[in-house]
């Protein structure tokens, strides 16, 4: 079992910044994906970012240039750093975790962190 607590959410100004933080706890495996998705009302949940522990990152093409995903190894924690943020990134923000151990676990969820970006 993993458990992941997100924070760092909150209300924001267009053009301002925030950095989102996912400690994980549990059975924590050497070899993992980690990613930040977020859900708007009325919308799917959508992929934000990923990382894995070999270092591979991906982000969806509305964000690129202006987050940047991270991880502490020896915190068990992912950050998603947000600048340059835009009314249209107000979202529900997850965070997400899964292993391999010779096939990939279960999907583990974070609660979720509100990001709300208005004038």
């Known amino acids: 079992q993993v458990q992941l607590v997100e924070s760092g959410g909150g209300l924001v100004q267009p053009g301002g910044s925030l950095r989102l933080s996912c400690a994980a706890s549990?059975?924590?495996?050497?070899?993992?994906?980690m990613g930040w998705y977020r859900q708007a009302p009325g919308k799917q949940r959508e992929l934000v970012a990923t990382i894995t522990s070999g270092g591979r990152i991906n982000y969806v093409d509305s964000v690129k240039g202006r987050f940047t995903i991270s991880r502490d190894n020896a915190k068990n924690t992912m950050y998603l750093q947000m600048h340059s943020l835009k009314p249209e990134d107000t979202a529900v923000y997850y965070c997400?975790?899964?292993?391999?151990?010779?096939?990939?676990?279960?999907?583990?969820w974070g609660q979720g962190t509100q990001v709300t970006v208005s004038s």
């Open positions: 549990g059975s924590i495996f050497s070899i993992y994906a």
């Open positions: 997400n975790y899964r292993s391999w151990s010779g096939s990939w676990s279960p999907d583990y």
